[in-house]
């Protein structure tokens, strides 16, 4: 359970009474042992510092490394001097009951969470233009992820890519930006992606396997196994759908992170070899965490929780499963778990009118077997409100129910930091925003979440007319046409905008400064893509759980402006918002936000690059009530 502390590493020691926050180096003298009482067994280890503070009580000690050395509880260290060096010996001795985990690491971006929340991907690396949509060649996405070392893919085109091979993302440090995308964004299809690597970022893509190609694969993927466990991979707010096996299945990795992901419409009557299939996906994994998905409109296996099947090593399965919402599954939704210690917490469960009719409705989870540990807590069971009171009685179904009752989890397994919400909440927040919604949520994706509010299906097949169990995505009239737009100007392809680079103090000719750390550990590109959906990630303040008591817009800021300006407004209910720019004239520019959103604090950046020096008026609508504010570009 304990790490040896390597050579060299550095420990940030944080403290609280009269300690000074300070840095050790330190060697390996003791490799770490258990020498705890028969009674009361504890973990201890001694290691040698150059310096030290006696009476200090430890709230953390970890490796920048990332290497645990966390303990829940506190640290109590003593002192002791060292026969044969001039130097302090600590024995730290650690009572812990859940480990916790501590890190002044800078988080993949703003709003990552759970375990693969500090993957860095491309940080600092250089930046590798898409410049078209074709499957291999010069300026393709294929190259980008081809190529060696540290990199952050950005889009100067928006479209459907038609892929011929499979894409295999085989060489890590690597962050792809879909959200750089001018226009509607970008999407795959034919067909499978695959992440094979470590330290993977991906944000704001689309992949749509189909089956015009008749493969039988996932839409999209990432599978370790017990010697080639992939980690710190992050995905962040992608649309998967259209599979003909899985639509997405994410097993056997460490330091895992699918968050605010849609999971949908997995093709039923197709070409599967074995059959009907159409399942949502195989998760599970080693501190993986997934929180804030969608899955909607999938027969079964939303998920399947792989348990340790493959690998045989039940401790590599641990799995954190927290806010999610499932809609509309047809014969079953989550099962498995041989094996594995799982969370199933704050999850949102909304039968559809592709459910069978039987207890599956108000089914939380069917374990497989008797090996896997639950700590099954707060879902919402949507029509069962004695399920939702307690998850445990007929919740959890299946043969292995009873007994599993009688050794359920009391406390929950380890999980990465998650702001965890009711599922209530979390089931406005992932209808709002969830999956690929920026640059443009599709029209795929904006029909699922209306029948997710709704409790309804547009389309069906075999399943059943009007069920949401497709068969092909002809069902549902075929991939959306994503248009295109004008990339903004980048003289030196650093992907920054020069505006935005002139704005922010840098120098457009400079190819450089985009890799530039800042002081808050992002790079300024990393400033620019994270930027750009702002908007997406930010909801309710961090740090206050008070609803608006007024529907209000306020001025922008800075003002004046130029090119970027923040506007903030504030919902007192969840609401259909309309946020347009004008002229002068009295002429539209730019519909910034049409939409229905949750109640909370939004802020939205108005980018205008393209547009000249003048007096501009943003007008936020909602309902009867219409406020307008005067806003001053100056260039």
């Known amino acids: 359970m304990f790490s040896i502390l390597h050579k060299n590493h550095t420990v940030p020691v944080s403290s609280r009474m009269n300690c000074v926050q300070q840095s050790q180096r330190v060697q390996p003298v003791l490799a770490i042992s258990n020498m705890g009482c028969s009674k009361n067994p504890i973990a201890r280890f001694c290691v040698l510092a150059e310096t030290a503070r006696p009476n200090c009580i430890l709230h953390s000690v970890r490796m920048q490394s990332g290497a645990l050395v966390v303990f829940g509880v506190t640290l109590i260290i003593s002192m002791m001097q060292c026969a044969t060096k001039a130097t302090i010996q600590f024995c730290v001795v650690a009572f812990f009951i859940i480990p916790v985990f501590v890190s002044a690491q800078t988080d993949a971006f703003p709003g990552a969470e759970g375990f693969g929340r500090y993957a860095t991907g491309g940080r600092g690396g250089r930046v590798i233009e898409v410049t078209n949509l074709n499957d291999n060649g010069a300026g393709s996405l294929r190259a980008a992820i081809d190529a060696t070392g540290p990199r952050t893919v950005v889009f100067r085109v928006s479209g459907t890519i038609k892929l011929l091979s499979s894409l295999r993302i085989k060489k890590g440090d690597v962050t792809i930006a879909g959200q750089t995308a001018p226009g509607d964004g970008i999407c795959l299809r034919d067909r499978a992606c695959r992440v094979e690597a470590n330290n993977v970022i991906i944000r704001f893509m689309r992949f749509r396997l189909g089956d015009s190609t008749r493969v039988e694969d996932d839409s999209f993927s990432g599978n370790g196994d017990a010697g080639n466990m992939k980690r710190n991979i992050i995905i962040d707010h992608c649309s998967i759908s259209w599979a003909i096996d899985e639509n997405s299945s ?7 992170t699918l968050q605010y992901c849609y999971i949908t419409e997995s093709l039923y009557h197709s070409y599967h070899s074995k059959g009907n299939h159409g399942y949502g996906g195989m998760w599970g994994g080693w501190k993986t965490s997934f929180h804030h998905n969608l899955f909607a409109h999938n027969s079964s296996r939303n998920p399947r929780f792989n348990g340790s099947r493959y690998t045989q090593l039940p401790d590599s399965e641990m799995v954190d499963f927290r806010n999610n919402v499932l809609y509309n599954w047809g014969f079953n939704n989550i099962y498995g778990g041989e094996g594995g210690s799982y969370n199933l917490v704050g999850n949102y469960y909304k039968y559809g009118p592709g459910t069978n009719t039987s207890s599956i409705r108000y089914r939380i989870v ?16 949507y029509g069962n409100d004695s399920v939702t009171a307690d998850n445990w009685n007929g919740g959890v179904q299946g043969g292995n129910a009873s007994y599993l009752k009688n050794k359920k989890a009391l406390l929950p397994f380890p999980y990465g930091t998650i702001a965890t919400e009711t599922a209530e909440v979390a089931y406005e927040k992932v209808l709002a925003h969830g999956g690929a919604s920026f640059p443009k949520r599709d029209t795929i994706d904006a ?35 994503l248009q295109s737009t004008a990339a903004p100007a980048d003289t030196d392809h650093d992907g920054m905008p020069d505006d935005w680079e002139t704005f922010h103090g840098l120098n457009p ?24 959906v702002d908007s997406v990630m930010t909801g309710i303040d961090e740090g206050t759980s008070a609803i608006p008591s007024e529907f209000t817009i306020k001025q922008n800021y800075p003002n004046p402006f130029n090119p970027t300006t923040v506007i903030e407004f504030s919902l007192p209910k969840r609401s259909h918002v309309l946020l347009e720019v004008f002229d002068m004239r009295g002429l539209l520019v730019k519909t910034l936000v049409d939409d229905t959103i949750d109640y909370g604090i939004h802020r939205v950046v108005f980018d205008a690059s393209r547009m000249s020096t003048g007096i501009y008026f943003s007008r936020l609508s909602s309902g009867t009530t219409t406020i307008t504010r005067k806003m001053l570009l100056l260039k």
């Open 509 to 532: 000719a400079d190819s450089t400064d985009g890799m530039t750390i800042t002081g808050d550990g992002y790079s300024n590109l990393e400033h620019y893509i994270n930027g750009l």
């Open 250 to 256: 994410f097993y056997d990795n460490g330091m895992f």
């Open 366 to 381: 069917q374990p497989s077997d008797t090996t896997g540990n639950w700590y099954i807590s707060d879902n919402y069971v």
């Open 447 to 481: 029909r699922i979440a209306n029948e997710v509010r709704t409790q309804t299906a547009t389309y069906g097949g075999v399943w059943g007319a009007n069920k949401g169990i497709i068969d092909s995505p002809d069902d549902v009239g075929g991939y959306p046409l």
